[in-house]
């Protein structure tokens, strides 16, 4: 098996995705870039290559138990373990989302994506990562499922949300049952957020680049073996509950 540490990007074709491949390729790692459509995967590889980025493409819906599984094999072949799965896919739903309109199928999709999708992808994928030296599992969340924050006055909340931010609370803990689960393996697996960034997500209103959001996922991706796990994070350090 190749000593280069091997590493998958849901959502890779674009935004904060694109940088993190960007980043974990430039430490020399092999990054999958995962992503639904082929014409937009293809030509984020082909950008990675020419940045000098060992960049393959890895057909992947993660709302599609088949296309999860054709995933795992994918890698499986082509490199026969996984040291690092950065959960970044996700979506808002469609804004505005107030709680007491919101369409139920708004609420689905959330969900289905940026928590079902996230635990979809990981227990496909443990099995390749539970073959690494030092397995690592990034999950994209954001602050505005920090329900701290949201009970904080005068905190950034982000909009009133009933599907988006709910949904990051909700994808935090199941970060910290999987990290409960996996205590006792060297499996580390940590929730980030990148800050608000300007990408596809929002209209491109954030403050912040996406390579400045993919810091806090290469960060988390490059943990030292005793570094933490269960934990939620950015780049200020860690990030209420
Ligand atoms: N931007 C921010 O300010 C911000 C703040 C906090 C957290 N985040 C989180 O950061 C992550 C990346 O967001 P972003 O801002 O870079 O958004 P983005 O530019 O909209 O990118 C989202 C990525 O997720 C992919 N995706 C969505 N549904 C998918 C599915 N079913 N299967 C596979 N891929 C899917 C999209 O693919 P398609 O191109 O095919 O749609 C795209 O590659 C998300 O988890 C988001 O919640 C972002």
Redesign the pocket.
């Known amino acids: 098996m190749s000593e280069q540490t091997i590493a998958l990007v ?10 993190i491949a960007a980043g974990l390729g430039a430490l020399g790692w092999s990054v999958g870039v ?4 082929d014409e ?1 995967r293809e030509s984020a590889v082909e950008k990675l290559r020419a940045a000098g980025v060992d960049a393959f493409g890895v057909p ?5 138990d088949a ?1 999860v599984a054709a995933a795992a094999r994918l890698i499986e072949e082509r490199a026969g373990r996984l040291d690092v799965l950065v ?6 739903g469609g804004m505005p989302q107030t709680p007491t309109t919101v369409d139920p199928a708004v609420m689905r999709a959330a969900v ?3 928590v079902i ?1 996230v635990i979809r992808v990981t227990n496909a994928m443990l099995p390749l990562l539970r073959r690494s030296a030092s397995p690592r599992i990034v999950n ?5 499922g920090s329900l701290t924050r949201q009970t904080t006055p005068g905190a950034e909340t982000g909009p009133i949300s009933a599907a ?1 931010a709910p949904s ?1 609370t909700f994808l935090n803990a199941v970060t910290v049952q999987y990290a409960k689960e996996l205590s006792g393996t060297n499996i580390l697996i940590n929730a980030g ?10 209209g491109f209103r ?1 403050v ?1 680049t ?1 390579e400045q ?1 993919a810091a806090i996922a290469i960060r988390l991706a490059t943990l030292p073996d005793d570094g933490p796990t269960g934990g939620f994070f950015d780049d200020a350090g860690p990030v209420p509950w």
């Open positions: 849901t959502g890779a074709n674009k935004g904060i995705g694109y940088e995962g992503a639904r459509g937009p992947l819906d993660v709302t599609d296309s959960n970044n896919a996700g979506i808002t289905e994506t940026n999708g994209m969340s954001s602050t505005v988006y990051k957020c990148p800050g608000f960034c300007a990408t596809d997500l929002n954030g912040r996406p959001g």
